[in-house]
């Protein structure tokens, strides 16, 4: 499958991309993926209106994450979804334990991290362990993970995240230089961003990336990808 839009869900299989003027970008977060496997952590929020190429950055950097060695993980906001508590924190781990051999999963719950098994047994937590307890239990949960092999979380459409996923990606970023993760973010710029991630990016271990409308040759290159040779240098332009 090849990407020339950038549209859609999260994935590195199979997938054979087509990235245009986006050569600092992937600088960027390539170098932040070999940092992380070094142990040195980072935040990268990728903003831009819808249809820009987010999601085509993130997958370019789980590719290039997959190529470290490092674990990737991924998530995607949905508007509809907001409402569901930890939704998100439960898209980018459940997978964990689905993978998980006999007695795994349970090892990840070892010292702090035990606090945030209830958000996946089902069980609501204590209203005295809302929000920080949980949240400390969920980075303790994924430095855990992440002491087993380097980790990259990446979450698409972040601003659609669900409140309490997006406190605790806050907390982890805010401890994330020590840690060999890198927390990917992409976010839609407008008025629904949530207050949150505009914090986020205060962070010092965090790097913002706005991505820009195409030149007039990379718009051209993406029309001939899409069309063939009878788009034409005036379809381009246009």
């Not at 965090?206 to 991505?211: A, C, E, H, K």
């Given at each position: 499958m090849k990407c020339v839009t950038g549209q859609g869900q999260v994935g590195v299989h199979d997938w054979q991309p087509l990235i245009l003027d986006r050569d600092a970008e992937l600088t960027a977060t390539t170098a932040a993926i070999a940092a992380a496997a070094g142990g040195n952590g980072a935040l990268i929020i990728v903003r831009g209106p819808a249809g820009i190429g987010k999601t085509t950055i993130l997958r370019a950097a789980g590719a290039a994450a997959d190529a470290q060695g490092m674990r990737t993980l991924t998530?995607?906001?949905?508007?509809?979804?907001?409402?569901?508590?930890?939704?998100?924190?439960?898209?980018?781990?459940?997978?964990?334990?689905?993978?998980?051999?006999?007695?795994?999963?349970?090892?990840?719950?070892?010292?702090?991290?035990?606090?945030?098994?209830?958000?996946?047994?089902?069980?609501?937590?204590?209203?005295?362990?809302?929000?920080?307890?949980?949240?400390?239990?969920?980075?303790?949960?994924?430095?855990?993970?992440?002491?087993?092999?380097?980790?990259?979380?990446?979450?698409?459409?972040?601003?659609?995240?669900?409140?309490p996923s997006l406190r605790w990606l806050s907390h982890l970023a805010a401890r994330i230089d020590g840690l060999p993760v890198v927390l990917l973010l992409g976010t839609r710029t407008g008025p629904?961003?949530?207050?949150?991630?505009?914090?986020?990016?205060?962070?010092?271990?965090?790097?913002?990336?706005?991505?820009?409308?195409?030149?007039?040759?990379?718009?051209?290159?993406?029309?001939?990808?899409?069309?063939?040779?009878?788009?034409?240098?005036?379809?381009?332009?246009?």
């Open positions: 998530a995607r906001g949905l508007a509809l979804e907001q409402g569901f508590s930890y939704g998100v924190v439960r898209q980018l781990l459940e997978p964990v334990r689905s993978a998980a051999g006999p007695g795994e999963w349970d090892a990840l719950f070892d010292g702090a991290a035990r606090r945030a098994r209830p958000v996946f047994d089902g069980a609501e937590p204590a209203a005295a362990d809302v929000p920080h307890a949980t949240v400390h239990g969920l980075y303790w949960l994924a430095a855990n993970l992440a002491a087993r092999a380097p980790l990259l979380l990446a979450v698409d459409d972040a601003q659609w995240a669900d409140a629904d961003q949530p207050e949150i991630i505009g914090e986020l990016e205060a962070y010092p271990a965090s790097v913002r990336l706005d991505l820009h409308p195409l030149g007039v040759e990379a718009s051209a290159a993406l029309v001939r990808a899409g069309l063939g040779d009878q788009a034409g240098p005036e379809l381009g332009r246009a």
